[in-house]
Antibody, heavy 126, light 109 residues
Framework: QLQLQESGPGLVKPSETLSLTCTVSGGSISSSSYYWGWIRQPPGKGLEWIGSIYYSGSTYYNPSLKSRVTISVDTSKNQFSLKLSSVTAADTAVYYCARHGIYYYDSSLSDAFDIWGQGTMVTVSS | SSELTQDPAVSVALGQTVRITCQGD??????ASWYQQKPGQAPVLVIY???NRPSGIPDRFSGSSSGNTASLTITGAQAEDEADYYCNSRDSSGNHSVVFGGGTKLTVL
């Protein structure tokens, strides 16, 4: 079945760029039915959507992070990646990648993250 | 951007029914999805859209919506349902953003 796995450094220095990759296995990232998203969770806190990407490269970002976030996709490797620049301690969190489905109903829709990676802890510290 | 508000904590007696709510203006236009998260684990989708359950989710989980409030109902709560529950929806600002609620800690007594 479809699986997602995050990878990248667990420690990043303040002001540097956090870089993570999500590898999709058991299915194609080029599926026309799904976006692929990044969500984070600071220790002891709730979930925060960072952004999502379509296999074509179309992206949507959280407005509060947009100036620092870049999400890209490499369909040849079945991977998508996150870069978050100018990090501070506030960016310390577990970072999850997830498959992002958009389901349409009459005049409405639902965004649902139905398959998640296990998450990777990233600490911002000197 | 929109906000989704959840009660921080809710409790339910074993075998009883509990409703967890999520409030926000975006819910007047979009359906919520619901996630269960146990300590140290990734979230699991339990309800999406118009009361749809992914494969493997017990039918004691159901979803509903009215006005600006979405609800997740667990009918006959089990000990294993003790977890944090999060809602999310599309942001109503029109910029294709997604927003999560702050989460509800469910305790099964």
């Amino acid at each position: 079945q479809l699986q997602l796995q995050e990878s990248g450094p667990g420690l990043v220095k303040p002001s540097e760029t956090l870089s993570l990759t999500c590898t999709v296995s058991g299915g194609s990232i080029s599926s026309s039915s799904y976006y692929w998203g990044w969500i984070r969770q600071p220790p002891g806190k709730g979930l925060e959507w960072i952004g999502s990407i379509y296999y074509s490269g179309s992206t949507y970002y959280n407005p509060s992070l947009k100036s620092r976030v870049t999400i890209s996709v490499d369909t040849s490797k079945n991977q998508f990646s996150l870069k978050l620049s100018s990090v501070t301690a506030a960016d310390t969190a577990v970072y999850y990648c997830a498959r992002h489905g958009i389901y349409y109903y009459d005049s409405s829709l639902s965004d649902a993250f139905d398959i998640w990676g296990q998450g990777t802890m990233v600490t911002v510290s000197s | 951007s929109s906000e989704l508000t959840q009660d921080p904590a809710v409790s339910v007696a074993l075998g009883q029914t509990v409703r967890i709510t999520c409030q926000g203006d975006s819910l007047r236009s979009y359906y919520a999805s619901w996630y269960q998260q146990k300590p140290g684990q990734a979230p699991v989708l339990v309800i999406y859209g118009k009361n749809n359950r992914p494969s493997g989710i017990p039918d004691r989980f159901s979803g509903s919506s009215s006005g600006n409030t979405a609800s997740l109902t667990i009918t006959g709560a089990q000990a294993e349902d003790e977890a944090d529950y999060y809602c999310n929806s599309r942001d109503s600002s029109g910029n294709h953003s997604v927003v999560f609620g702050g989460g509800t800690k469910l305790t099964v007594l």
